[in-house]
T-cell receptor, first 118, second 116 residues
């Protein structure tokens, strides 16, 4: 299994440009997440999807949109990139089946996308 | 208030010596606690978790963590550090967002440097 994959690995954008970060998982997990990681600020949740067909805002959703395309895929879109969105973006997934409570909240992360907005 | 504190930004230890990375938390109810590791230019990897049961939890790569309810701590430990353990370590606790949905609350991370 590949686990959680993300594309692209690196991207440079100009202010105002748009782009979509792709994420896919092959673990049949219900829940998926998008985080950004910035120095001194740890991990901050942007959006999450508890299950296919649902999405919810996290701590820092402004400037982003998401799509849970199917159970495997969860994309993050920047409609008009800003320098403040320069960051490393991580996608993660977890099992949220109540029958498997001991697995809940164990999140599995992708390798990340490094985004620079000029 | 829900929070996780990792009081040390950086921990330095000599190879072969025991290491401890500290974590304290604040959350209502029974805590679900996690440790993750991030190697340079990589995503986070799950190390171990405490849900219930024995206060000493064993995880990957020889790491263990001790849950202390009275001190609201969940320190990560390893008896003998390796240079390859050098990485960024994150502690997390399960909390709830405004909609009463579960979420992970993350510490800011501790950079561990193991010197040869």
């Amino acid at each position: 299994n590949a686990g959680v994959t993300q594309t692209p690995k690196f991207q440079v954008l100009k202010t105002g440009q748009s782009m979509t970060l792709q994420c896919a998982q092959d673990m049949n997990h219900n829940s998926m997440y998008w985080y950004r990681q910035d120095p001194g600020m740890g991990l901050r949740l942007i959006y999450y999807s508890a299950s296919e067909g649902t999405t919810d805002k996290g701590e820092v959703p402004n400037g982003y949109n998401v799509s849970r395309l199917n159970k495997r895929e969860f994309s993050l879109r920047l409609e008009s990139a800003a320098p403040s969105q320069t960051s490393v973006y991580f996608c993660a997934s977890s099992e949220a089946d109540r029958r498997l409570a001991y697995l809940q909240e164990t999140q599995y992360f992708g390798p990340g996308t490094r985004l620079l907005v000029l | 208030a829900q929070s996780v504190a990792q009081p040390e930004d950086q921990v330095n230890v000599a190879e072969g010596n025991p290491l401890t990375v500290k974590c304290t938390y604040s959350v209502s109810g029974n805590p679900y606690l996690f440790w993750y590791v991030q190697y340079p230019n990589r995503g986070l990897q799950f190390l171990l978790k405490y849900i219930t049961g024995d206060n000493l939890v064993k995880g990957s790569y020889g790491f263990e963590a001790e849950f202390n309810k009275s001190q609201t701590s969940f320190h990560l430990k390893k008896p003998s550090a390796l240079v390859s353990d050098s990485a960024l370590y994150f502690c997390a606790v399960r909390g709830y967002n405004a909609g009463n949905n579960r979420k992970l609350i993350w510490g800011l991370g501790t950079s561990l440097a193991v010197n040869p």
